[in-house]
């Protein structure tokens, strides 16, 4: 799907998702302040996502992130 270029911010404007009241699902979207990953599951660690990385390090990795906190989820419509 495309989505356009969103920012952070944008996912809690845009038509196109929602916010997740639930437990997040493969594929909805994090977002964190300045920061936005893509949910991939419980590996049994706990919720797992992608991320782009900047400072060459894992790419997948846990949700709570030192750096940014705990997610807002949305889910596309």
Do not use: C, M
């Not at 845009?14 to 991939?40: C, K, M, N, W």
């Not at 992608?50 to 906190?69: Q, R, V």
């Amino acid at each position: 799907i495309n989505v356009g270029r969103l920012t952070a911010r944008g996912f809690s404007e845009s038509p196109l998702f929602s916010r997740v009241t639930d437990a997040p699902q493969l594929g909805d979207v994090g977002v964190y302040e300045g920061h936005v990953v893509i949910y991939g599951g419980n590996t049994g660690k706990g919720k797992d996502v992608w991320s782009a990385s900047h400072t060459g390090g894992p790419s997948f990795g846990a949700a709570n992130s030192s750096w940014y906190g705990t997610p807002t989820w949305y889910r596309y419509k």
